[in-house]
């Protein structure tokens, strides 16, 4: 394996479902870390636009818009870089539908919770599995060209996914936690 990383074979509830539609696409990034040296992360840029009346601080979060990219008007909370993985694993739901991959990062052992979202609707009437408990967690929207390129070159895929900062977007931060907890605060601040 590349880059002293383990990929544990635990994968949470349950086993991964190899009929599931988004299991060849977690098992593709998962296989691609083996060999990566890191993962591309996205950056995180928020605008807090209360409203017009008094909110509470924990309300912070419904008057936020966030962007992984830079915006005007957005303040940066976290750059773009990268997240060195010391080890990963694949989270499922006790059906075997694949919920997230969990990256822990080398050095702090902060987990990062990645979750793959299709390029269209899968025909599924199960629901979306809860975010695994992480400190981070973010999005990869996979291309229309995913599922063809995983046919043709899935080496090629994965370490598009991989290295490619593009179709992330952060969902959970700690910095943004405390950003937003300071918004809300301030926010509170000027209507007393």
């Given at each position: 394996m590349g880059g002293g990383k383990v990929t544990r074979?635990?994968?949470?509830?349950?086993?991964?479902?190899?009929?599931?539609?988004?299991?060849?696409?977690?098992?593709?990034?998962?296989?691609?870390?083996?060999?990566?040296?890191?993962?591309?992360?996205?950056?995180?840029?928020?605008?807090f636009d209360p409203p017009a009346w008094p909110i509470e601080a924990h309300e912070a979060r419904d008057w936020c818009s966030l962007s992984p990219v830079p915006r005007e008007g957005f303040?940066?909370?976290?750059?773009?870089?990268r997240l060195r993985v010391l080890y990963s694993e694949l989270r499922c739901t006790a059906a075997g539908a694949p919920s997230a991959l969990v990256l822990t990062q080398e050095g702090t052992r902060t987990s990062c919770a990645l979750r793959l979202l299709p390029p269209f609707l899968?025909?599924?009437?199960?629901?979306?599995?809860?975010?695994?408990?992480?400190?981070m967690a973010l999005t990869l929207t996979l291309g229309?060209?995913?599922?063809?390129?995983?046919?043709?070159?899935?080496a090629a895929l994965a370490r598009q996914l991989i290295e490619n900062p593009e179709g992330k977007a952060w969902v959970q931060h700690p910095k943004l936690d405390r950003w937003l907890e300071a918004q809300g605060a301030r926010w509170q601040k000027l209507w007393r």
């Amino acid at each position: 394996m590349g880059g002293g990383k383990v990929t544990r074979p635990d994968f949470g509830l349950g086993q991964p479902d190899p009929g599931h539609p988004m299991t060849e696409f977690y098992t593709l990034v998962l296989e691609g870390l083996e060999q990566a040296e890191s993962f591309a992360l996205p950056g995180l840029y928020a605008r807090f636009d209360p409203p017009a009346w008094p909110i509470e601080a924990h309300e912070a979060r419904d008057w936020c818009s966030l962007s992984p990219v830079p915006r005007e008007g957005f303040t940066q909370i976290v750059p773009p870089g990268r997240l060195r993985v010391l080890y990963s694993e694949l989270r499922c739901t006790a059906a075997g539908a694949p919920s997230a991959l969990v990256l822990t990062q080398e050095g702090t052992r902060t987990s990062c919770a990645l979750r793959l979202l299709p390029p269209f609707l899968w025909p599924s009437e199960e629901e979306t599995p809860a975010w695994p408990d992480c400190a981070m967690a973010l999005t990869l929207t996979l291309g229309p060209r995913a599922v063809d390129l995983a046919d043709a070159n899935p080496a090629a895929l994965a370490r598009q996914l991989i290295e490619n900062p593009e179709g992330k977007a952060w969902v959970q931060h700690p910095k943004l936690d405390r950003w937003l907890e300071a918004q809300g605060a301030r926010w509170q601040k000027l209507w007393r």
